[in-house]
């Protein structure tokens, strides 16, 4: 059976020492954040994961969840998971304590969100897709949906759901023919189609508060190809009143569940709307006449998806973790061959696969981008923090999390997928076989690449949307900080083989980003074709950067005698494999980008 454990040691590493959690409490929610009350959070948070969720991941796959008759079953042991992981609050950690949640930093719930989907990823969806409906629901909705049906959602008690795409309609929005007819009331009549809505439907809440786009017909009934009419909309499986109480059942129905590559053990439905009561969210257009979609209430749902993407690149890291764990275990208990340099087990038939360089580049291709896209993401939190304060530097801070979230959401899944496969490779023969449990990893992990905006959407957007905004704020706001932090430290040998590597890489993102702005705005199609290749370097400019750091605070703890030699030590073997494999791709991806579109546009 697989296993894993809560990478306590690291969480304890990035948020006390590398983040500076003392200095953090005029920060919004961190007034209150001692080191003493992380480590109580983080270390039950482990626990649980360890020992409720972990355990019935396996047997979760095998079973899968059932359509039957029209209904939802989770698998054997969800029920009770879930309803022990509200009770200990793991689901509300960040919510507003106005609306039952405990008030936490985003950062936190991030740390347990990784834990659990390292355990089970399945199950974390169905809690971790609530919390980013609620976010919504408590930017957007009504003072009665906050005051009545957001603390259920918190609580647990009900749960959420993104219905975005269509049988016919992912990315483009435009092509959407979910309708949404305006009533007396004030109220909406919605008929469509959605497709691969993950916890669509399910028996571990009474209620499931679907937050819905659709299109609002003209005077005419006719709904247009545009994105003028698009809206945003809270649709209940049971209807609510004004006061929370439950009602009759919606006009929401399942028609079905998908079967899927992995994640089997979360149901994701087919739903169909079939003239179900909708609540428009956001404020009504005043004229008549003027566009029908309201900034407020489609800012909420991108707001909700935005949540969602960094909790994918979460699930990107915490696969890879789970796969690295394994695969590490696995290493040490295989024998097969002998070490190149000699027998390291003479009076054994063979010695352990960990001796093999091959196989020592697998894992540390795995444990180097775990420790430090978890710092990333983690860094990222804390400016998503900053931007909400009154500190001086909020704006950049809110330039930079905003930059990153398309670099996370991609480029932190593409290498979770990687890691998870190597970890397979690790087990040889033995990892392609259900027994073992890796290759579930692998099958989990490929989603990650592929919903909430597939990764070559988050190319675009990063590179169509995010660099030129505001005159190339963001990026310049990352080339400075990033390069103010490497001259600090230019003079410090013993940093020099992490901090020259990382300047060259800088060098090369800065020049390909000037490349973009020449030729992208000339030929889009060159923008394009760039998109991946860039977003991937970015990536990797941005862990290697924080390896440095991370480097920087190992070696200052080595040269201070701390007793936790290995720990350390190992951050700085990790560190190194990301300067010495991982940097030196920079120069060959300017390369492909620099080689334009014409080639791959001439392809029939």
């Not at 500076?20 to 003493?36: I, N, R, Y």
């Not at 042991?77 to 008030?103: D, H, I, N, Q, V």
């Not at 959605?194 to 669509?200: A, N, P, Q, V």
């Not at 775990?370 to 909400?388: C, P």
Request: glycine share 10%.
């Amino acid at each position: 059976m697989p296993i894993y454990r809560a990478p306590l040691d690291d969480f304890r590493f990035v948020i006390n020492e590398l983040l500076e959690l003392e200095t953090l409490h005029d920060l919004p929610h961190f007034g209150e954040l001692s080191a003493d009350l992380v480590e109580d959070i983080l270390t039950n948070a482990g626990k649980f994961c360890e020992e409720v969720l972990q355990p019935i991941n396996q047997s979760g796959d095998e079973e899968g969840a059932h359509f039957e008759n029209g209904v939802v079953r989770t698998p054997k042991g969800f029920k009770e998971a879930y309803r022990a992981y509200c009770e200990a609050g793991w689901g509300s950690l960040a919510s507003s304590e106005k609306f039952g949640g405990a008030g936490m930093p985003a950062l936190i719930a991030l740390a347990v969100a990784e834990m659990a989907n390292s355990a089970n990823q399945s199950f974390a969806m169905y809690p971790g897709l609530t919390s980013a409906a609620a976010g919504a629901l408590a930017a957007t909705g009504a003072d009665w949906m906050k005051e009545n049906v957001l603390p259920k959602m918190i609580s647990g008690e009900w749960a959420g759901t993104m219905c975005l795409t269509e049988p016919h309609c992912g990315t483009d929005l435009r092509l959407m023919k979910t309708r949404a007819v305006e009533q007396p009331d004030g109220t909406y009549r919605m008929s469509g189609t959605k497709i691969f809505i993950s916890g669509g439907d399910q028996d571990l809440t009474d209620n499931i508060i679907h937050m819905v786009i659709a299109k609002i017909p003209d005077e005419n009934g006719q709904i247009h190809d545009d994105l003028s009419t698009v809206n945003f909309f809270m649709v209940p499986k049971f209807l609510v009143d004004e006061t929370g109480k439950m009602g009759a059942r919606n006009g929401v129905s399942t028609g079905g569940i998908e079967k899927k590559m992995g994640i089997k053990a979360q149901a994701t439905c087919v739903l169909n709307f079939d003239d179900a009561v909708a609540w428009r969210l956001g404020p009504k257009p005043d004229k008549e006449g003027e566009a029908r979609s309201a900034s407020a209430g489609m800012a909420g749902m991108f707001g909700m998806m935005n949540t969602a993407r960094i909790g994918v690149g979460i699930q990107g890291v915490s696969i890879a973790e789970v796969a690295y764990q394994n695969a590490l275990a696995y290493a040490h208990e295989r024998r097969v061959g002998r070490a190149l340099t000699g027998a390291a087990d003479p009076d054994k038939p063979a010695d352990l696969e960990i001796v093999h360089p091959d196989v020592r580049r697998m894992l540390l291709h795995a444990r180097s981008f775990v420790e430090g896209a978890r710092a990333v993401i983690m860094w990222t939190a804390l400016n998503m923090a900053i931007a909400d304060s009154s500190r001086p530097e909020k704006n950049t801070a809110g330039l930079l999390a905003d930059l990153m979230t398309p670099v996370i959401k991609a480029f932190f899944t593409d290498m979770g997928f990687e890691a998870a496969n190597m970890a397979m490779q690790v087990y040889g023969g033995h990892g392609y076989i259900r027994d073992n449990g890796v290759e579930q990893f692998v099958r989990d992990g490929r989603i990650n690449q592929t919903y909430e905006g597939a990764n070559g959407v988050q190319a675009m957007d990063l590179v169509g949307r995010k660099l030129g905004r505001k005159g190339g704020a963001a990026p310049m706001a990352l080339f400075q900080t990033i390069s103010g932090w490497l001259s600090e430290n230019a003079g410090d040998e013993k940093l020099s083989r992490y901090v020259k590597p990382v300047e060259r890489g800088l060098g090369v993102l800065q020049q390909a980003t000037m490349w973009l702005a020449q030729h992208g705005m000339a030929n889009p199609n060159d923008a394009g074709a760039a998109a991946t290749d860039y977003l991937r370097l970015m990536g990797i400019v941005t862990v290697g950067w924080m390896w440095a750091r991370m480097a920087k605070l190992a070696q200052a703890k080595l040269d201070a005698g701390d007793s936790n030699k290995p720990f350390n030590n190992g951050k700085l073997v990790s560190a190194r494999y990301w300067m010495e494999r991982m940097i030196p791709e920079c120069p060959m991806l300017f390369e492909r980008i620099q080689a334009g579109s014409e080639n791959i546009m001439a392809f029939e």
